[in-house]
């Protein structure tokens, strides 16, 4: 009958809508994915508007290539500079909320993409990829 079509056509709808949800969080879980679609358009971004510097951007690509770092991973991006100075770095980095010690260590480091510096690159590049739903009013 009619209301039984009507109801197996919102199931499909549904569970539809379901699948498409579920194949973005499939590929958000894919750090290759995300890393390269997502993060790294993040820092791009926000380097290109000026929310972060270029050392900042450099600093956080490293940390998008590899997730813990520490003082000795950035170090040659500061060619004959002491080591407090790129302790420095790092401290000011985290002030900002852009590094994030990494849990259960003491010198070792994550990069932290809800910061304000780049929380609007995240939602702008998320929108690019068609990772958000837009809401027409």
Known sequence: ????????EWCVY???????????IDKLLDYEFASQEILIPVIND???????????????R????NPIISA??????????LAAHVSRE???MRDRGLLDKAPGTDRKYIAVFDSKPLFQSV?????????????DH
């Open 1 to 8: 009958t009619g209301d039984r079509k009507a109801l197996l």
């Open 62 to 65: 490293i940390a998008v290539k």
């Open 46 to 60: 926000a380097l290109n508007f000026k929310r972060i510097t270029p050392l900042e951007a450099d600093v956080l």
């Open 72 to 81: 000795k991973d950035i170090k040659p991006l500061f060619s004959g500079q």
């Open 14 to 24: 549904v569970l539809d809508g379901l699948r498409v949800e579920i194949e973005k």
């Open 90 to 92: 790092i401290k000011k």
């Open 123 to 135: 939602f702008k590049i998320l929108e690019e990829k068609n990772f958000t739903s837009s809401v």
